[in-house]
């Protein structure tokens, strides 16, 4: 079946440390975003990438780094400067950059810091 | 700038009566509309976008929305609620004409009484 596939679902992470979410999609689209997910404060968009080795951050994107070498694939990076890293991740995807199609999540990461 | 708002955080309907769920947007040229459902620690869940045309969009689970220009609007609507739709539902934004981002509401969380 078609979709987007996060790992892990459940991540920990020592204070210091530098993590990496998994996102791959076998839906052929060409744009992916991750998000981060807050009680209170919906979908902030963290990066995004238009197209394969190309990205471009989003409203928060201090302390995360991302890379695009494939087209299949998005992965995450939390960095250790990343203060408050706790929160639900959400990857998704569009079949192109713009145009009225919905986006197609994950099933999302949760990363806490311990 | 674009932004979309939820203005209830939360929303209580009795089982079998009908259920609105309020957005609000602001895009500085036409907009693409979506509303997504949530279900606790999992992504989010595609139910209908307007795009063009009719302003009454059908979308899953036979949730409606009403597309209103004039008043920025497109509240999530259901004629008959379950106690299966009780979830957490996001209005998102994107604008037709520069739109290479979606923007996400805060959410509101529905809860049907049975």
Redesign the interface.
Same mark, same amino acid.
Request: aromatic share 14%.
């Given at each position: 079946d078609g979709g987007?596939t !996060?790992s892990p679902k459940y991540l920990f992470r020592k204070e210091g440390q530098n993590v990496t979410l998994s996102c791959e999609q076998n839906l052929n689209h060409d744009?992916m975003?991750w998000?981060r997910q807050d009680p209170?404060? $919906?979908?902030r968009?963290i990066y995004?990438s !238009?197209i394969v080795n190309d990205f471009q951050k989003?409203d928060i994107a201090e302390g995360y780094s991302v890379s695009r070498e494939k087209k299949e694939s998005f992965p995450l990076t939390v960095t250790s400067a990343q203060k408050n890293p706790t929160a639900?991740y959400?990857c998704?995807s569009t079949p192109q950059?713009?145009?009225?199609s919905?986006? @197609? @999540? $994950? !099933?999302?990461t949760?990363l806490t810091v311990v | 700038a674009q932004s979309v708002a939820q203005p209830e955080d939360q929303v209580n309907v009795a089982e079998g009566n009908p259920l609105t769920v309020k957005c609000t947007y602001s895009v500085s040229g036409n907009p693409y509309l979506f509303w997504y459902v949530q279900y606790p620690n999992r992504g989010l869940q595609f139910l209908l976008k307007y795009i063009t045309g009719d302003n009454l969009v059908k979308g899953s689970y036979g949730f409606e929305a009403e597309f209103n220009k004039s008043q920025t609007s497109f509240h999530l609507k259901k004629p008959s609620a379950l106690v299966s739709d009780s979830a957490l539902y996001f209005c998102a934004v994107r604008d037709m004409n520069t739109g290479n981002q979606f923007y996400f509401g805060t959410g509101t969380s529905l809860t049907v009484i049975p």
């Amino acid at each position: 079946d078609g979709g987007i596939t !996060q790992s892990p679902k459940y991540l920990f992470r020592k204070e210091g440390q530098n993590v990496t979410l998994s996102c791959e999609q076998n839906l052929n689209h060409d744009a992916m975003y991750w998000y981060r997910q807050d009680p209170g404060q $919906g979908l902030r968009l963290i990066y995004y990438s !238009q197209i394969v080795n190309d990205f471009q951050k989003g409203d928060i994107a201090e302390g995360y780094s991302v890379s695009r070498e494939k087209k299949e694939s998005f992965p995450l990076t939390v960095t250790s400067a990343q203060k408050n890293p706790t929160a639900f991740y959400l990857c998704a995807s569009t079949p192109q950059p713009r145009g009225g199609s919905e986006a @197609f @999540f $994950g !099933q999302g990461t949760r990363l806490t810091v311990v | 700038a674009q932004s979309v708002a939820q203005p209830e955080d939360q929303v209580n309907v009795a089982e079998g009566n009908p259920l609105t769920v309020k957005c609000t947007y602001s895009v500085s040229g036409n907009p693409y509309l979506f509303w997504y459902v949530q279900y606790p620690n999992r992504g989010l869940q595609f139910l209908l976008k307007y795009i063009t045309g009719d302003n009454l969009v059908k979308g899953s689970y036979g949730f409606e929305a009403e597309f209103n220009k004039s008043q920025t609007s497109f509240h999530l609507k259901k004629p008959s609620a379950l106690v299966s739709d009780s979830a957490l539902y996001f209005c998102a934004v994107r604008d037709m004409n520069t739109g290479n981002q979606f923007y996400f509401g805060t959410g509101t969380s529905l809860t049907v009484i049975p």
